[in-house]
Nanobody, 118 residues
């Protein structure tokens, strides 16, 4: 059973930075892609950033140039560096991992709260 554990959320002022971590149980190299999603109150969950096993990255337009996703295979961890944070970035951030074999399977973490407020 795959477990994803997020950490690093918290309260930060506008313009500040946070780094989220997603630690996986076992090797992350087995995942086709990993990513970060977020959900604000009253809104649907949205994709923030993804990274493939080949290190191809993709970002939502709203975070391009401010957020950076990366992975450390040795630590089985994916990171989301968030800079120049805005109040509209406030949400619960979820880690996601997709495995293709032996079957297409979607895994989610429990989420970590990020609040951007003065």
């Amino acid at each position: 059973q795959v477990q994803l554990v997020e950490s690093g959320g918290g309260l930060v002022q506008p313009g500040g930075s946070l780094r989220l971590s997603c630690a996986a149980s076992g090797s992350i190299s087995r995942f086709y892609t990993m990513g970060w999603y977020r959900q604000a109150p009253g809104k649907p969950r949205e994709r923030v950033a993804t990274i493939t096993s080949g290190d191809y990255t993709n970002y939502a337009d709203s975070v391009k140039g401010r957020f950076t996703i990366s992975r450390d295979n040795a630590k089985n961890t994916v990171y989301l560096q968030m800079n120049s944070l805005k109040p509209e970035d406030t949400a619960v951030y979820y880690c996601n991992a997709i495995m293709l074999r032996p079957a297409l399977t979607d895994y989610w973490g429990q989420g970590t709260q990020v609040t951007v407020s003065s």
